[in-house]
């Protein structure tokens, strides 16, 4: 059988005219442009930085946006130009290296919480594959995993660790806006909800024939919120509004910002956890970075209380702890987002 380092696209995909037929999409789920919208409709930017706007402005806008795309960009954010530079470029250099080498830098950890795959996480059980390969690990606040993190590229850790901390600041500026808006406490996500965070690095090399390929799937996040970070000049995101595609084209000095699963249980269905997906191109590489805000496996998630006012107000999922949630998702995708769900014949059966 073939070794990881052998199965990662980046060893392989030199030199090939065609897709192997494993990596070959069904029609329904190829990237046509059937559904695809104009170029001139994107998701909405926020600015966290506009003197001009008072806080309740941006308020109302990141909360439309949630509520209507589940999907923004954030400008002015305040993280460091040359941080988010030389995160992306430590993950190309990552990206460069042999691949033997990839995978042992990533093969520390005896439990495997920081890894290397290609495809997805269930690559055996992936029937056709995606064209990209993945490095992932927890990067909690305490510094715990940081041992069994890559140490090659040298400056890894180092750039990591900065960049993983001030994503953890942002996240929770981000939070703490949606949870004025929802009429939460604004440190609401500050405790065990925010404890996991996790990091996910993408390498999605050229692909000879993208038109019948994706790099990932349709789906939605487990997180809580997902702060992405994408290459300047690569496009390949998209994500399903009202039923077509619309493309997130990077723009200069931005994150895109999404709403995961567990935002919309606990925000009772307010906020939507928009289905994306990434397709590919056949010329340039490109390298996506996705900082997922995880809660700790104990966290019950469930509608906010508050939010339920005093029972007036009926629940729209069933509450789950995160551990179960996690595992259900997995094996039930994507048809768990609908077995969570209550189905309430009329209110006075729920009562
Ligand atoms: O690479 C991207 O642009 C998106 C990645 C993504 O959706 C994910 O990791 O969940
Ligand atoms: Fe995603």
Request: charged content about 25%; some cysteine; overall charge neutral.
């Amino acid at each position: 059988m073939e070794s990881l380092d052998q199965r990662l696209v980046s060893s392989w995909f030199h030199g090939h005219s065609s897709v192997p037929p494993t990596y070959v999409q069904p029609l329904e789920s190829r990237p046509g442009c059937r559904f695809m919208s104009p170029s001139c409709m994107s998701i909405p930017v926020i600015d966290l930085g506009d003197r001009h706007n008072d806080r309740a402005d941006t308020i109302k806008h990141i909360l439309k946006a949630s509520e209507q795309y589940g999907f923004f960009q954030v400008i002015n954010h305040r993280v460091s130009k040359d941080l988010v530079e030389e995160t992306l470029n430590v993950f190309k250099e990552f990206r460069a290296m042999p691949p033997k080498e990839k995978v042992n830098e990533c093969s520390k950890d005896p439990i495997g919480r920081c890894k290397m795959y290609t495809s997805s996480e269930n690559y055996e059980k992936d029937a056709i594959k995606y064209w990209k390969d993945s490095l992932t690990h927890p990067c909690p606040p305490s510094g715990e995993y940081m041992q069994y993190w890559p140490d090659k590229p040298t400056k890894y850790r180092e750039v990591v660790g900065k960049y993983t901390q001030e994503m953890r600041k942002l996240g929770h500026e981000i939070l703490e806006l949606l949870s004025e808006g929802l009429g939460l406490d604004p440190s609401y996500f500050h405790g065990k909800l925010s404890k996991n965070p996790q990091v996910l690095q993408h390498h999605y090399p050229p692909c000879p024939e993208p038109s019948l390929t994706l790099g990932i799937a349709k789906h939605r996040d487990t997180s809580i919120i997902t702060i992405l970070l994408q290459e300047q000049d690569v496009q390949g995101l998209q994500v399903l509004k009202d039923g077509e595609w619309l493309r997130v084209d990077p723009i200069p000095n931005a994150f895109v910002v999404n709403i995961g699963l567990l935002l919309q249980v606990i925000s009772n269905g307010r906020l939507v956890g928009a289905e994306h997906r990434v397709v590919t191109n056949s010329t340039m590489a490109r390298t996506s970075v996705a900082y997922f805000i995880y809660p700790s496996l104990k966290t019950i998630i469930e509608p906010a209380q508050c939010l339920l006012n005093n029972g007036t107000t009926l629940p729209m999922y069933k509450s789950m702890p995160f551990g179960e949630f996690r595992t259900s998702f997995l094996a039930k995708f994507p048809k768990f987002e609908e077995e969570l769900r209550f189905k309430w014949k009329n209110v006075n059966d729920a009562r």
